[in-house]
């Protein structure tokens, strides 16, 4: 039974009109969000058959809960039979792309385009060629419901099309999007940070309430009014579900009598795919009423899941059909047969005991079979629960090659993990299917944990190139987690030699080369001397590397660790790598070689060189770059970089913007919570700030990510010194020295010598930091090494000074200042000159003047608030008033701003996420980016903190 009439959405309703509407040349977008059963798809479908969309091609696919190994599902859907409407629109080359994803439009695309070295170059222009054909389609609206079961590119492609939309030809094009309330955080993210150049509408569907329910209730039941009674009694059992309202009372029409209550039900998470109580009593009884040949059809479609041609049902059971389709349970939509929502059919679907379910699902996969063409993912289903494991498997890997062909990686990975976790094929097949799985859960953004498989393929008698892939794939895996660092070098090694060739037997050269760079990465399990040889038998490898994008792969993991150990070839392995990629776009992994040796080359003191490659990797690499992964971690490089050299102005809030970008990705969260302690620590508030540099540095640890502690370490090091407090950050700091010395990361560590010299002389070590200090430098000696001159000039002239040597420690500190310049290090440059001008004021120098108006200067720059009050400070006691600086508006990245302040004093009064974001008409999720984001700013570690921290009202 449905409603002859929309009810409680008349609102939703308007709202979608006038965004939609074809009087509005601006590009529109509209999510409707709402848990199963709510009436997503009726609003939809009110809308498209309304006059807003008169003159407009409707375009509506929907995302499927059995998931084909075919991306863009939803997309395909949409588009296909659009042949003729295209008619003679000008297609550019890229849309010939899409021939292989839609070869029912070959007739109107171009020829295909020559195939791509890079997947996700060849993804990107497939995105490309979408984006034009919904262009050449337009003026149109594009539907995509049921996004909580997307596939990851559908997904990304989404999220591209609203990079894109505002470039689009006025009034081309809308978008309608729908999911539940449980759809995962990449889903929220297609429209989390919309061009202000389209207008958008997100509606999140409330339950109806009991006088709705008493309107729907009238209209389905044509009865003139329900009492009040009832609709009161039928609200709460259906908890304001339409859904639910319309089916229990069309249960109550085939019992012809009155429900009685038994309290309401619960609606569990998405991934558990429960049913209701109240559906699943209402579909279930109303099942048993039927006869037994429109039971079993029922329970056809119900293990099909999806909805089918009527053939494939019950053959001369035309009765049968009708009789379901009279009942309102199944629907008739052009030809296909199907239940009216999901729930009804996982309700029916639950009944069937467990061993006709699984007769029913061989039926099903024999019914199937015969379609064209044969949709694997969901013979694959059927196969399975029908116990036929063998198929099953074939089907799956047959399936697991169509996702791979069209660069589904995330579902060729899955379906290969399953058959491999459940099948024992023979270990030649096993190694096969094993690295075809490793190398496609490599091009994931998260890989799942395969390791363990990999690990199992691993047999003796298995081909020696082939064992060297896998034990190459089984260190790539495992280095993701860094848990174990002696196991992935003996992995690195063993692939190294089983992928080198010999004599009569061909070897892997690029892949071999790429696993001697991994046994000689720091920090190496092997001796110091034996990594330098690993790293230089990669590199003598390289010249027998046939495949350009491998070549440079690896060419960039040397140059990288080349740059941390002060290697000066490093430079060299950088202009070679610019000079092959030099004057076209990059591919994915150049991208990356450029990022990682850019982001190497500035934690050593490279700035300048490092922000170039950086840079040159953002402008150069875009086209590959399907969800903006690639800039954004790029943009994080270039955050550090800023940080790094002293331009501060408003880096706070692009630190917080990149933030809500990695939520999931801890390594460029590591690194930005890193910096961000740094910048609150000399911008805001210092006193607060050793716990969060603390959590830095403890988290970076935990992660292996020792070069991207040096940082926050070296500010909590400076902190706890001048608050005479230093033991606990010189704890930590040997602890982790440790792991500096044994990766031999030296030109990057020298960067917290100056604070860690400070931190041991405020403990009263100073025998301790002249150690130090030479140790340092020994190490240091012959290396390409930016930051050893400054540093260990600034560390020189605290021992100095600590000594009263005035003149030398003045020397020593002009020398680092200077050096901190050039580099260039502002925030260290301002600290030397400070220091340098505290001892010739003591020798009555007048350069002191000088040297304190440049630190003033500098710090009032970087809005260094805590720096520049001393620093004046001392101005002041030696009878100088240095001109006032303007603070740099960065200073204003740690002032609440309305929005956080509203949220966080609701925080502060004990409301939960979900009822601020209630009270404010927000998302939880935006709710948590307030409150996080006040929380850093004022200094809080709780919301009990957060409460005595506000500022006053």
Known sequence: MVSPILVGRENELARLVELISVTSPVPAVAVVEGEAGIGKSRLVAELLAGPAVTGMRVLRGA?????????????????????????????????????????????????????LDDRAAERHRVFRGLAEVLTALGPAVLVVEDLHWADGQTVEFLTYLMSVLPGTPPGTLRVVLTYREEAPAAVRGITARLPDAIRREHLVLPPLDAAQTRVMASAILGAEEVTAEFAEHLCARASGLPLAVQELLALLRTRGTLIRWEGGWARRALEELDVPSGVRASVQERVA?????????????????????????????????????????????????????????????????????????????????????????????????AGRTEQWAETAVEAAEQASRLGDDAEAARLLADVLRETDPPAARRAELTVRLGWAALELLRPPPVADLIAAALEPDVPRPIRGTLRLLLALHLERTRTDEARIGEAFAAAAEDLTGRPGEPGRPGLAAWAMAGVGRPPSPVPQDEAMSWLERALATLPAVDDPAMRMLVLGKIAMIFVVIGDPRWAGLAEDLLRETGGRRLLRREVNAYRSIGGAGLFAG????????????????AEPDLRGRLELRSLVVIAVADYLDGSWDGLAARLEELREHFGDEPHERIIMDGVGACLAAVQGRPEAAPPFLFEAVAMAQTRGQFDDLVLPLAVLLRLAALRGEPEAALAVAAEVAVRWEAARLWPVAVRTLPALTQALLAAGRAGDAADTVARWAAHLAGLDAPLAGPSLAYARGLLAATGERWAEAAAEFAAAADAFEAVPARY???????????????LDDPAAATRLGRAVTLYGELGARWDLDRAAGLGRRWGLRPSPVAPARGGDDHVLSARQEQVARLAAEGLTNQEIARELFLSPKTVDKHVSAAMRKVGARSRTELARLLPAD
């Open 63 to 115: 995302c499927l809960q059995i998931r084909e190994p075919f991306p863009l599902g939803a997309l395909v859907e949409a588009l296909r039979g659009r042949a003729a409407d295209l008619g003679e629109s000008a297609l550019s080359p890229v849309a010939g792309a899409l021939r292989e994803l839609l070869p029912e439009l070959a007739a109107a695309l171009p020829p295909a385009p020559p195939p």
């Open 828 to 842: 260290e440059a301002a600290q030397a000159h400070e220091q340098a001008a505290a001892c010739l004021f003591t």
């Open 289 to 385: 009423q039927l006869s037994a040949g429109a039971k079993e059809v029922a329970e056809r479609v119900a293990v099909l899941q999806t909805a089918v041609p009527i053939g494939l049902l019950a053959p001369g059971e035309a009765g049968a059909i009708d009789e379901v389709l009279g009942s309102g349970l199944l629907t008739d939509t052009g030809g296909l047969v199907g239940f009216r929502h999901v729930l009804a059919a996982q309700a029916v679907y639950e009944a069937i005991p467990a061993g006709r379910r699984r007769a029913l699902h061989a039926e099903a996969a024999d019914a199937v079979r015969g379609l064209r063409p044969v949709p694997l993912g969901r013979l694959a289903h059927h196969l399975r629960h």
């Open 606 to 621: 490279h700035h300048r060189a490092g922000r170039r490659l950086v840079t040159a990797a953002i402008e150069d690499g």
